[in-house]
């Protein structure tokens, strides 16, 4: 009976070490994000030589869990004619039992060589989770 055991827990162990070292991080990654219900805050900072641009958002979640936290430009076909360049602001939903605590996710998104006619950015969340600033250049 120990044999057995043994021979089931070690051929356990070699199918386990057969899986990707990421196999739980691409679960996440292939998770669908959700909009966001609230985006709390947006900033900004370019580097000195205005050739890189780091965004910030922070979103509330209605629970504590969710991961992913992401900001993703939306794909347009010409340059918008205000200069203000629109964002998603996304995360994935947790699986199981959770803490049912209103939370906060930071996500942040850096640009490089961002386009000249830039003005702005909107950050979108669902409904009227929506964010708009404005750049001082």
């Known amino acids: 009976m120990l044999h057995r055991a043994t021979v089931a827990f070690v051929a356990w162990g070699v199918a386990a070490l057969a899986l990707p070292p990421s196999a739980g991080q691409d679960r996440d990654d292939q998770k669908k994000g959700e909009l966001l219900k609230t985006v709390i805050s947006v900033s900004h900072e370019f580097s000195p030589d205005k050739k890189k641009l780091t965004l910030t958002a922070v979103g509330q979640v209605p629970t504590g869990g ?58 979108y969340g669902a409904g009227d989770g929506i964010k708009t600033i404005r750049f001082d250049q």
């Open 66 to 123: 969710w991961t992913g936290a992401k900001l993703t430009p939306r794909k347009t076909t010409t340059p918008p004619k205000d200069g203000i360049y629109e964002f998603d602001l996304t995360a994935i939903r947790p699986d199981g039992i959770v803490t049912q605590a209103l939370s906060k996710v930071t996500a942040k998104y850096q640009w490089n060589n961002p386009p000249a006619d830039l003005k702005g950015v909107k950050i």
